[in-house]
């Protein structure tokens, strides 16, 4: 570890591309991962010191380089939320006819490498990375998965589809996105049978669907949102709190749950039936702790990592990324004066006459929209059964 960490202090010196950056974060995330698991609390808050630095640093160059990326889709951008299903689920659905597509909502590099073993005892698996889109949120971020367009693209496509708000009833339509996206890109219509797995006996349901979906042709897409009630329910529930304070208890719950979850059952129904699966997340989470007092009218949206309103500024120029031209980071035209910030590290947004009570609400919780690498830097796995090799 400590050869490769200073390799990792080297390579941050030198001016990394959007591909560099993703190879630096999948290192340090991977060996967060591992020192979690052993005793070497030293290791461990090197490694701390080191993830904080990056984050400025990483803030930096997505403000200086992502409108970049929208603004040249075929220049020589790493792959961003809206490539997904046509970097990696059309070809693997060109080669198979039949693909179990599955989305994890908010679940970070880290606790992916905890799963991994438990997967690989299954399937081989082939990793790649991406970028999130931004704001790091649902509504924006697995949207863009499912319908290949940015939210300035679906709400002009769509109109009636993408409102103001910014809650999760945006994402009422991702099956029908999906259709509309593989139609596009292949050409031709393909069969899509989707589920959402929210509560335990959704899970049980769809357990007794699975055998079917799988076996027919075309792409068979779950979304599974344990990971995300996990990390938004620890700041409301003592006990979750207690079980998932840091970030290697909420890998270690994130595995527990796994092991027994609809989401294994139903990886190990596709692996029975020799069905490939595509697995990946819209976002992750970032452990938070420093308020950073933000000024804006009451028409603000409510969000901790992100926010729209009208006269928006940040009390620290330095904690949050100001948006003024919400087009060029893709997302529509609101009312006039609407800006977006963006929270940089690991920061939340406060108002000054609710300092104490969101101070005391809020520290210390995973949260996700803004720009570190953990919310950001994503994983995609190709999964394919150990019989089809």
Not at 4 to 21: A, C, I, K, V
Not at 166 to 176: G, M, Q, T, W
Request: with cysteine; glycine share 8%.
């Amino acid at each position: 570890f400590v050869t490769q960490f200073r390799e990792l202090e080297q390579r941050r010196g030198d001016r990394l591309g959007g591909r560099d950056w993703m190879d630096v974060v999948v290192d340090v995330l991977q060996w967060e991962a591992r020192l979690g698991q052993t005793a070497e609390g030293g290791l461990q808050d090197a490694l701390g010191g080191f993830q904080r630095s990056l984050h400025k640093d990483f803030g930096d160059f997505i403000e200086r380089n992502y409108p970049a990326w929208l603004a040249n889709p075929d220049g020589d951008r790493p792959p961003l939320s809206v490539d997904v299903c046509s970097e990696f689920l059309v070809p693997l659905l060109e080669r198979h006819g039949k693909v179990l597509f599955v989305v994890v909502d908010c679940l970070r590099l880290d606790q992916w490498e905890l799963l991994k073993p438990q997967v690989t005892t299954l399937f081989d698996v082939e990793e790649s990375f991406y970028y999130g889109i931004l704001p790091s949120a649902t509504p924006f971020s697995r949207n863009a998965i499912f319908s290949g367009l940015f939210p300035m693209e679906i709400k002009a496509r769509h109109p009636e589809w993408w409102g103001e708000r910014d809650d999760e009833s945006l994402n009422a339509h991702e099956d029908a996105l999906l259709s509309e996206q593989l139609e596009e890109v292949t050409g031709e219509r393909v069969p899509v049978r989707y589920e959402k797995v929210t509560t335990s006996s959704e899970g049980e349901a769809l357990l007794r669907r699975i055998p079917a979906h799988v076996q027919q042709e075309g792409v068979t897409a779950l979304v599974f949102n344990f990971v995300d009630q996990l990390t938004h329910g620890r700041a409301e529930n003592a006990i979750l709190y207690e079980v998932a304070r840091d970030s290697g208890a909420l890998r270690t719950v994130t595995r527990t749950w796994f092991d027994d979850s609809p989401l294994f059952k139903a990886l190990r129904e596709a692996e029975r039936r020799g069905v490939p699966v595509l697995l990946t997340t819209d976002h992750g989470s970032i452990h938070c702790h420093t308020p950073a007092t933000v000024y804006a009218k009451r028409d603000a949206t409510a969000n901790l990592r992100y926010k729209f309103g009208e006269d928006l500024r940040a009390e620290n120029a330095a904690t949050a990324i100001l948006v003024e031209d919400l087009r060029a980071w893709g997302l529509p035209k609101m009312r006039l004066g609407v800006r977006m910030l963006l929270a940089r590290g690991d920061h939340f947004f406060v108002y000054p006459t609710k300092l104490r009570e969101y101070q005391a609400r809020y520290r210390g919780s995973f949260l996700h929209g803004g720009v570190t690498p953990e919310e950001v830097i994503l994983p995609v796995a190709l999964l394919t059964p150990r019989g089809m090799r």
